[in-house]
C-alpha cells in the first residue's frame, strides 16, 4: 500500500506544473486524498484535498484560484495541476490519506499529523 508523488520541478515564475499522486494497493475513489507542502523552515500545508467517492475537493481560499486537484478512477491517481506559480510556491510536495477512517476534506488538510499514509516528496522550484 503506497502513494507515490511525482512530477516536480523547475519552473519559471508564472509558469504551470501538474504533479501526480499514484496510488497502489488501496483505491483512491475510497478515500480522501491531499496534497501538502513545506517550504524550508516552514509549517507543513495543506494545498488541495478531493474527497471520497463524488470527487468533492476542497481547497484554501489563498490557492482556490490557482490549483486544481482532480481524480483518475481509472488511473487511480490523484493529480494537483497549478498554474500561474510563484516563488512562494517552493516546496517540497507530499500526497497523503488515512485509510482506516474516513475523513471529510478540510479535516484532512487542517490534521495532517494523524494521516497514516504519505507519498515521497516531488520538489517544485519556482524560479523568479
Known amino acids: 500500500v503506497q502513494l507515490q508523488a511525482s512530477g516536480g520541478g523547475l519552473v519559471q515564475s508564472g509558469g504551470s506544473l501538474r504533479l501526480s499522486c499514484a496510488a497502489s494497493g488501496v483505491t483512491a475513489e475510497h478515500y480522501a486524498i491531499g496534497w501538502f507542502r513545506q517550504a524550508p523552515g516552514k509549517e507543513r500545508e495543506g494545498v488541495a484535498c478531493v474527497g471520497l467517492n463524488d470527487g468533492s475537493t476542497y481547497y484554501p481560499d489563498s490557492l482556490k484560484d490557482r490549483f486544481t486537484i482532480s481524480r483518475d478512477n481509472v488511473q487511480n491517481t490523484v493529480y494537483l495541476q497549478m498554474h500561474n506559480l510563484r516563488p512562494e510556491d517552493t516546496a517540497v510536495y507530499s500526497c497523503?490519506?488515512?485509510?482506516?477512517?474516513?475523513?471529510?476534506?478540510?479535516?484532512?488538510?487542517?490534521?495532517?499529523?494523524?494521516?497514516?499514509?504519505w507519498g515521497r516528496g516531488t520538489l517544485v522550484t519556482v524560479s523568479s
Open positions: 497523503a490519506t488515512d485509510t482506516g477512517f474516513p475523513l471529510a476534506c478540510r479535516t484532512l488538510l487542517d490534521n495532517p499529523q494523524i494521516l497514516e499514509l
